[in-house]
């Protein structure tokens, strides 16, 4: 198994530079690159000698995690901008899971800021339970550490300072996270929603 770094059909986005776009689109190749470095690795060291080779295989795969889920949390979050932004369907079923959890579409939202405003880098991530039939709005500090075990992810916003420090600097996190909002397509996360809950 090969993995080969997706393009995206990015239109312009409000507030993000295609130069912000293009450093982003560079480093999740570099995912994806070093995703199928280790794959490669670990087979050959495994053929060449696997009870000598058992350390650094093990340390490789401890090394997987940081690469697989960089490359699939940056698929996650470039896939969001395709198509152009589009506002939310208020009739989806996921504004109505939204309304269940957080009172209204704007808390909903409003949870997703204050949870962005976490110090530090890492991701926000809102996910759906299938098995508790409700959103979870969650902080991850590393994108292989942290991750909600098993829980689909319906939203991600990139918060590592590579997403915005070429148009924004880290004091003004809260106006990359509004660009980033702007420019969602919410038919793609609702499609998400829809895949898991129904």
């Not at 889920?69 to 899971?97: C, I, T, V, W």
């Not at 949870?111 to 098995?131: A, M, N």
């Not at 106006?175 to 793609?188: C, K």
Request: charged share 25%; no cysteine; net charge negative.
């Amino acid at each position: 198994m090969t993995y080969t770094a997706r393009t995206f059909d990015l239109p312009e986005l409000k507030g993000l530079s295609k130069k912000q776009i293009d450093v982003h689109l560079a480093l999740y190749e570099g995912y994806v690159k070093h995703t199928n470095l280790i794959m490669e690795k670990i087979e050959k060291l495994r053929t060449e000698d696997s009870d000598g080779n058992a350390y650094v295989m093990a340390e490789l795969r401890r090394r997987m995690g940081f690469e697989f889920d960089g490359m699939r949390m940056h698929e996650y979050y470039f896939e969001q901008f395709e198509g152009g932004a589009q506002a939310e369907d208020s009739n989806n079923p996921l504004a109505g899971a939204a309304m269940d959890k957080y009172g209204s579409w704007e808390k909903f939202i409003a949870h997703v800021k204050e949870v962005t405003g976490t110090r530090g880098i890492g991701w926000t991530v809102v996910y759906f339970d299938p098995r508790g039939r409700t959103l979870h709005t969650a902080w991850v500090s590393d994108h292989e550490l942290g991750q909600l075990a098993g829980l689909p992810v319906i939203l991600a916003i990139d918060l590592w300072e590579h997403a915005y420090m070429v148009d924004y600097v880290p004091a003004d996190k809260k106006s990359y996270v509004d660009a980033f909002l702007s420019n969602v397509n919410w038919t793609v996360v609702e499609s998400r929603f829809l895949d898991v809950a129904t």
